[in-house]
């Protein structure tokens, strides 16, 4: 399988391949080999957009039609239309994907919004009850096929969000959304058919991640609790021994454990760990503040350990943890032009530290 790089990295390689061979390190046939076994990563492009655009203005119109005429049809006429509009757009798909790729998933996309609005349409038109999430779960077990037979990757992260609304509607209704447990490994295995996408692992690993919260939420487990189980989460996530997009794994790893240790630095959230049963009246704050003082120091000795290894994300978090800190010391005391004023100064010392190893790393890792 070819290794997919923009433009302007394959023309950085094959100069410097051309310099490698005219001091004789390779010859030209070497440079053309190596040349060969990389393509460009597909962009967007201005027929892909128009097409798209296309699309979903066409969808938005069919839509509104059906909708305008709804109460004067009957009920066999509503469900043969939907069902007449997602077969069409969706066999159009399938017979010209061969010769005309990006027509083809314009159609796909219609028969996608098509299906998702056929199915609230339709629980209107038979009054079904339950969760409004059921709309969104149902919309992603239709959508799920579609992504993985037609192998693409925007309908298959448009499943992925939908999964997510379909479990994030549980934190107001209550009870659990067990199907997800069944929907997010499927998530994980059929990305093999889509190449192993990073975006895909991404999105998947965010859905995981939004069911475990849930999960924590209706189990009233406290916050310090939920922030720890997230903290060790990142941390796993950062250290999975995986090949595969091990570079989303460490990413998303680093932001999951990164924003619940920022959260467990505030001594709030000590409160009732280190005095349960407490209330606000007569609770002295030293023991919280000293207790998550010590683990911010923690917390940023790990994080400088995961900048050794060239992790600017890590380097963003500790500059947030300061400017935290920075915030809730001075807020109160300093005059606030002096404070914003400083606090500016900090953020735009950052931006072009920032920058600084961006540009440094950019060099190293291009000559690894």
């Excluded at 060969?36 to 798209?52: C, D, N, P, Q, T």
């Excluded at 299906?115 to 799920?144: D, E, R």
């Excluded at 190449?195 to 999105?203: K, V, Y």
């Amino acid at each position: 399988m070819k290794r997919q790089i923009t433009k302007q990295e394959l023309a950085f390689l094959d100069h410097e391949l051309q310099h490698q061979q005219q001091n004789g390190v390779i010859s030209e046939k070497q440079r053309l080999e190596i040349l060969a076994s990389y393509e460009l990563k597909k962009g967007l492009s201005f027929i892909r957009v128009m097409l798209a655009i296309g699309a979903l203005l066409v969808g938005l119109g069919i839509l509104s039609f059906i909708a305008s005429n709804w109460a004067e049809l009957g009920r066999i006429t509503k469900l043969s239309i939907i069902l007449a509009i997602f077969l069409g757009f969706m066999f159009a798909s399938y017979k010209v994907s061969n010769n005309y790729p990006k027509t083809s998933k314009s159609l796909l996309y219609i028969g996608v919004l098509t299906y998702g609005a056929g199915i609230f349409l339709i629980g209107q038109m038979f009054n079904f009850g339950g969760h409004f999430t059921s709309a969104f779960l149902l919309w992603a077990i239709g959508a799920f096929p579609m992504a993985v037979v037609f192998r693409d990757k925007i309908v298959y992260l448009f499943t992925c969000v939908l999964t997510m609304v379909y479990i994030s509607g549980y934190f107001d209704f209550g009870g659990y959304p067990y199907l997800a447990i069944v929907l997010i490994p499927a998530l994980y295995y059929c990305n093999k058919y889509l190449e192993n996408s990073r975006a895909i692992t991404f999105f998947s690993n965010l859905v995981a991640l939004d069911a475990v919260l849930l999960f924590s939420h209706i189990t009233d487990m406290d916050e310090f609790y939920i922030c720890l189980l997230f903290l060790g989460l990142g941390i796993g996530m950062y250290h999975l021994p995986i090949k595969t997009n091990a570079g989303v794994y460490r990413l998303l790893g680093t932001i999951v454990l990164g924003v619940a240790g920022l959260f467990l630095t505030l001594p709030e959230m000590w409160r009732d760990i280190l005095h349960p049963g407490t209330q606000m009246v007569g609770y002295d704050p030293s023991a919280g503040r000293i207790a998550s003082s010590a683990f911010a120091v923690a917390l940023i000795i790990y994080l400088l350990s995961l900048t050794r290894k060239e992790n600017l994300t890590a380097l963003v978090l500790i500059c947030a943890v300061i400017f935290r800190y920075y915030v809730d010391t001075f807020i109160d005391f300093m005059p606030k032009s002096i404070f914003f004023i400083t606090g500016g100064l900090l953020l735009l010392g950052f931006g072009y530290y920032f920058e600084r190893l961006r540009r440094k790393k950019g060099v190293v890792g291009i000559g690894q």
